[in-house]
């Protein structure tokens, strides 16, 4: 049976944990799905991963569509995310038509980066049918205004306006609210301050759902790995076997533990 956003607001109201994990190819997003993961991200991590670039940043549209649709074609039943890259959704306008693409190669909900400026955004494409991920905390796109890859919302000040933002984002119209590189006791605020299932990545076991990086899961990412990172290919025998354990692990909320969250 195929994972609906209502399968995970049902999920959110009994309590239950979900799995969600990048793909952005067709063979790993059967394996994926069939390992039981309710999600599939085709997250604009693929400049990173796949095209070795060091930010999100260069991920085009024709990018982000070519790879939905080759995720579209070997899913098996999970719910398929798609990230608008970069300035994809800088106006009402540009960010309907990009939509609409990556709808058209079979995502069945689009992700965007960003705060309180992106309420008239999430209205206009609710309105229209198309279904919204809104991603709070450390937003990549945002690097360079961030200066670096850091942990959001450490500060009160901070705290209390992403808790606010997540609640103006799902009035607006946002499905799902997703929470990057956050510290814990605030994810879980946020968690139970939205009535939209949350997708936590550093941001604790307390939200809804949990989300990775295929390559980061499977202990494959060169370079530094980051705190909320776990290699399951490492307990495990086989990729699928490994996948498997992501999703049970996050289901039994045995992951993430305690060395991979941030404190307050």
Known sequence: MAVTINTLRELKQKGEA?????????????????????????????????????????????HMVYHTS????????????????FMSYGTVAD????????????AHMVKLEGTD???????????RGVPVCAHLGLTPQFVNKFGGYKVQGRDDKAAEAMIEHACQLEAAGADIILL???????????TQAVKAPVIGIGA??????????LHDMLGVTPGRKPRFVKNFLAETSSIPEAIEAYAKAVKERTFPAEEHTFKA
């Open 70 to 85: 080759c995720v579209a074609k070997g899913n098996k039943g999970s719910l398929i995310m798609a990230d608008m890259p």
């Open 95 to 106: 960010a309907l038509d990009n939509a609409a693409e990556l709808m058209r190669a079979g």
């Open 18 to 62: 979900f799995s969600a994990l990048t793909s952005y190819d067709s063979t790993f997003a059967q394996v994926v799905s069939e390992a039981g993961v309710d999600v599939i991200l085709i997250g604009d991590s693929l400049g990173m991963v796949l095209q070795g670039n060091d930010s999100t940043l260069p991920v085009t549209m024709e």
């Open 204 to 213: 604790g076991s307390d939200t809804d759902g949990q989300v990775l990086v």
């Open 117 to 127: 400026w992106m309420r008239d955004t999430i209205e206009a494409l609710s309105e």
């Open 180 to 190: 990057e590189c956050v510290p814990a006791p605030l994810a879980a605020r946020i």
